[in-house]
Structures are given as C-alpha cells and as structure tokens.
C-alpha cells in the first residue's frame, strides 16, 4: 500500500487500537448498491490512486491553505481556542489528509476500511477530536460542515484526475468513481454524529 510518508502521525489504519465499526459489512454492501457503486468504480478508483499518487501534498494545500484558510467556521477546527494558529497541528493532520486521498483510491471497502471511517467520523466529534494530536482546538467539527465541504472535495479534485493525460472518459469514470465513494463516506460518517445526537447537539 502507497503511503504518503515513512512516518505518519497518529496514523492507525489496520491497527488493534481501531474499534470496530458498528457497521456490518452487508450494511456496507447495501450503501455500495444504494450509491451505484460497481466494480467499474472500484477500477476507476485504482487508476484515480495512481494519478493523485505524488499530488497529494499540492491538493491538501489547495483544500487547506486555498480554500478552508479563508472561511473562519471551517479554519477555526485547526486553530487553537483563541484562532491562533497551530502549525504543527496542520503539519500533522495534513499527512493524514493526504494518506486519506490514497486510501479513498487504492484501499480494498474491507473491514479494515470500514473500521477507519468511523475511527475518521469519531475524530471530528467531541470523542476523539484533538486526542490524536494532544491539541487544544475547538471540541468539534459540526456535521453540516463535514456535509458541505465534501462538495469542495468532489468538485475540485476534477483538474487533478486530468493533470496526466487521460481521455475525458477516464477522467468523467475516475470522478464519479471519487463522487460515489465519498458519498458512501459521508453516509458512513452519520453514525457516530447520529449517536452522539442522544446527548449532544453536533450538528
């Protein structure tokens, strides 16, 4: 499996310390069908991994520094309590974001994968968010903003799939192959919020 980095912090894919998702596997199977996921996208999503593979640093900066930097509500979740700014709080998380790039694209949608996204989901609710990284920051990532950004990840991704030369099919197959699985990641990261719902609003 590619990695972004010999050394990534706080970086547990596959390891013992991941919990469990709650989630089955049929129950993910379903949300494969429900989201028109195919093996087709399973293929695209290969060759999507092999393009962004050496990009990943470029479209981070691009999410983080170009765009999530200039909107206050969402900056304010990698800052300190006073908005201060915590550089190697980003240093940190921004590997984990780029391995998350490499792992939407090249990991199998096993138990594995699936165990990480709610260990993802529970890192943006009070649970776990900020433990990884021993910071002090806000307690949490409010669900409509996890919602309403992944439209920034799914529209500005496009221009990278195409920086190598593929046919306007590959692209248009490697892109709604991304769309699908970050749809399912979305759906699969309601959980935890949805549990949490019973007894704090973080939404």
């Not at 490499?102 to 993802?120: A, F, M, S, V």
């Not at 609710?125 to 992944?150: E, I, L, M, Y």
């Not at 306007?168 to 970050?182: E, F, I, K, N, Q």
Request: negative net charge; proline residues 6%; contains cysteine.
């Amino acid at each position: 499996m590619k990695k972004v980095a010999d050394q990534i912090p706080a970086y547990t894919y596959g390891t013992p310390v991941v919990e469990t998702s709650p989630v089955s596997l049929d129950e993910l199977q379903a949300l494969k069908v429900s989201v028109g996921f195919t093996d087709e996208d399973e293929r695209y999503l290969r060759l999507a991994g092999e393009v962004l593979d050496g990009q990943t640093k470029q479209i981070v900066a691009h999410w983080r520094s170009g765009i999530i930097a200039s909107i206050p509500n969402l900056a304010r979740h990698s800052r300190t309590p006073e908005g201060e700014p915590n550089p190697e709080y980003l240093t940190k998380s921004n590997l984990r974001f780029e391995q998350w790039i490499l792992d939407t694209c090249l990991r199998p949608y096993d138990r594995d994968w699936l165990n990480y996204q709610q260990e993802i989901a529970l890192r943006h609710t009070s649970v776990k968010k900020n433990q990884s990284d021993g910071v002090a920051s806000t307690p949490h990532v409010p669900f409509r903003d996890v919602v309403a950004f992944t439209a920034v990840l799914i529209d500005t991704i496009k221009p990278y799939l195409a920086s190598k030369g593929h046919s306007d099919d590959d692209v248009a197959g490697m892109h709604l192959a991304w769309t699908r699985s970050l749809q399912m990641q979305i759906a699969l990261w309601t959980k935890p919020y949805m549990d949490l719902a019973k007894t704090s609003n973080e939404w």
